[in-house]
């Protein structure tokens, strides 16, 4: 019998996944690992890099027992994981020379100083669309080269890579095999020059960034390499031959666009998920403009897309956080039940910038700051008001694109805080278009599953297209001069929150 399954591997901040989809596009089987970060330093947030590696491996194999799969029957392998992070290891060995520097990590701040004060602020962002900012991924392979004895001579010599969690991932699953990136994760270093979709050779001279650490760069739909045998479950008596190979890579956030089916210039979607991240389709030509990120959002075979992106650091986390220190409850779906029991904030704002203010603003000084209390607020307020703030943060990024002169007629959504319908619906309202979600919110893993099934022969890319139906649209309901009224009490808190002087 002919392989007829997709495996896809969606590897985020806190968790990875493994989910097997039919040659129909439907899942069949999927598991899950959590994966903790370590905060060495105030500041500083780190990732073990064999968890990056052990916890997708065990979903691999738990979702393969669970469809009683063994390697024959996968067809191919997409790979989607969050960006910016950075990992690097000995390529001899494939140790890592220190833990993974995770995106929202503030340790490279005095690098990101070092090279304002050299005026490469506007280098980064004609060249690569994005920001001299600790957020992305060339400070951190800076300072690694800094601080990590040996690895500025052992990168010299050729004997280190670098690589976004994607590229480690690949490392691990082709068996130290394939060191290869493609646009959608490259874009997130701050070392591709966004315009022709190539390494930047004169930023990285710039920078002293060895070219030996790069990944090859390869479309997003390329062959990136084969399994390694050892790593799918083999049938028995099989010569373990059976090669399988990796046919689709992508950020998660572009895994999520197109996922979302956003494959028109336009089309844009928001993922709420423990950062908050809006993604507009912006067509063939990179689109610059202040206080949001360009990228590449995939190359298929020499045609690139690109996208407009707006974060914000803490988006379903700030949900977390109001459970997990505040105690306001104990699941995330009692969230919604309390913040109902008011009608309205009763003037409460929450300004979530736990690390900072990321698009867009780009304040990494402000702290978060809660706002407007009175003897009255309760803890309703408190969850509504947090609520909000997913919804206001959106708007923020929205009118970024607005006045770049992208239109958005409508905002499809995803990721789990979108089950919250008090959230869609504040969206919409604070918005004033409409708000789209989707049946089945988890669109990043179907994105990848989908573009890798192309190379499978399994289908086209636009049949993704198919795979999307709306599950409900929210309408905006609220006034105008009420919607401008609430966002104005957002602007000026967040105006108060960046007055303090930082701690």
Request: charged content about 20%; aromatic content about 6%; hydrophobic content about 40%.
């Amino acid at each position: 019998m002919s392989a007829r399954y997709i495996l896809a591997l969606d590897e985020g901040s806190s968790s990875a996944r493994a989910v097997i989809f039919d040659d129909a596009g439907n899942p069949v089987s999927e598991a899950s690992r959590t994966i903790d970060a370590q905060f060495p330093h105030p500041g500083w947030v780190e990732l073990n890099p064999a968890d990056l590696w052990n916890a997708p491996r065990e979903c691999i194999a738990d979702a393969m027992t669970k469809a009683d799969l063994t390697g024959e029957d996968i067809a191919a392998v997409g790979v989607t994981t969050h960006r910016e992070t950075i990992v690097m290891w000995d390529r001899a060995t494939g140790e890592p020379v220190h833990n993974a520097i995770m995106w929202m990590s503030k340790q490279t701040d005095d690098i990101v100083r070092e090279w304002s004060q050299r005026g490469l602020d506007e280098e980064f962002r004609k060249r690569t669309g994005v920001r001299n900012d600790s957020y992305f991924s060339a400070g951190k392979i800076a300072w690694l080269l800094r601080h990590v004895p040996g690895a500025r001579e052992r990168a010299d010599r050729g004997e280190l890579a670098i690589g976004t969690p994607d590229v480690w991932l690949l490392w691990n699953l082709s068996g130290g095999t394939a060191h290869r990136i493609e646009p959608s994760a490259a874009s997130r270093t701050a070392l591709l020059n966004v315009h022709r979709a190539e390494w930047d050779l004169e930023l990285c001279a710039m920078l002293d960034i060895p070219l030996s650490l790069l990944p090859e760069l390869v479309s997003s739909d390329a062959h990136f390499g084969d399994v390694a045998p050892g790593v799918l479950p083999e049938k028995a008596g099989a010569s373990g031959s059976t090669s399988v190979p990796i046919t689709a890579i992508l950020g998660d956030q572009q895994a999520g666009l197109f996922g979302q089916a956003c494959l028109e210039a336009g089309s844009t979607k928001n993922t709420f998920g423990t950062a908050g991240v809006l993604t507009a389709n912006v067509g063939s030509t990179p689109a610059i403009m202040d206080g949001m990120s360009s990228s590449a959002a995939w190359k298929i075979g020499n045609d690139v897309t690109y996208e407009a992106e707006g974060v914000v650091f803490h988006s379903g986390q700030t949900i977390q956080w109001m459970r997990d220190k505040l105690h306001l409850f104990s699941s995330a779906d009692e969230v919604e039940p309390l913040a109902s029991r008011v009608p309205d904030n009763g003037g409460v704002y929450v300004v979530p910038a736990f690390a900072g203010l990321c698009d867009p603003y780009w304040d990494r000084d402000v702290r978060a700051a809660i706002l407007g209390l009175t003897l009255s607020t309760g803890a309703e307020h408190i969850a509504r008001a947090s609520i909000e703030s997913l919804a206001y943060q959106t708007r923020d990024n929205v009118e970024r694109l607005v006045s770049g002169g992208i239109s958005i007629p409508q905002l499809r959504v995803d990721g789990g805080a979108t089950r919250n319908n008090l959230l869609c619906q504040f969206q919409a309202d604070i918005l004033g278009i409409p708000v789209a979600r989707p049946v089945g919110l988890e669109r990043t893993v179907l994105g990848i599953a989908h573009l890798a099934g192309v190379r499978a022969g399994f289908w086209g890319v636009r049949d993704i297209t198919t795979r999307w139906s709306l599950e409900r649209l929210f309408e905006p309901e609220m006034s105008a001069d009420q919607r401008e009224s609430l966002y104005a009490g957002w602007q000026n808190a967040v105006a108060a929150a960046r007055s303090l002087p930082p701690l």
